[in-house]
Nanobody
Framework: EVQLVESGGGLVQAGGSLRLSCAVSGFTFDDYAIGWFRQAPGKEREGVSCISSTDGSTYYESSVKDRFTISSDNAKNTVYLQMDSLKPEDTAVYYC??????????????????????WGQGTQVTVSS
């Protein structure tokens, strides 16, 4: 059974940092696109950042570039999202998701959430002003 379990969310002041973790079980990290999506109240879910487990290529949504960093530890089957310089508009439920991905660049999957096969339950991130 595939499971994605997020952790690391919480409440932080604007300008602060959080690190989200996504522990994956049930498949190995070969040829997967894994990433983070978020959904703020009243808004659609959007791709934040994704990484290829094959070659380490990454994608970042424009509003988080230079503030967020995605990384993976294939030995631990874990993907991380380091979030720095957090803003109130980053407040959302953050979801980890994955799909076996052999054909397209990771950006393709990160901008098409319906392509992702496996989802975690989400973790709340709240940034106060």
């Amino acid at each position: 059974e595939v499971q994605l379990v997020e952790s690391g969310g919480g409440l932080v002041q604007a300008g602060g940092s959080l690190r989200l973790s996504c522990a994956v079980s049930g498949f190995t990290f070969d040829d997967y696109a894994i990433g983070w999506f978020r959904q703020a109240p009243g808004k659609e879910r959007e791709g934040v950042s994704c990484i290829s487990s094959t070659d380490g290529s990454t994608y970042y949504e424009s509003s988080v570039k230079d503030r967020f960093t995605i990384s993976s530890d294939n030995a631990k089957n874990t993907v991380y999202l380091q979030m720095d310089s957090l803003k109130p508009e980053d407040t959302a439920v953050y979801y980890c998701a994955a799909v076996q991905a052999s054909f397209y660049h990771v950006s393709y999957y990160c901008t098409r959430e319906h392509e992702l096969d496996y989802w975690g339950q989400g973790t709340q991130v709240t940034v106060s002003s």
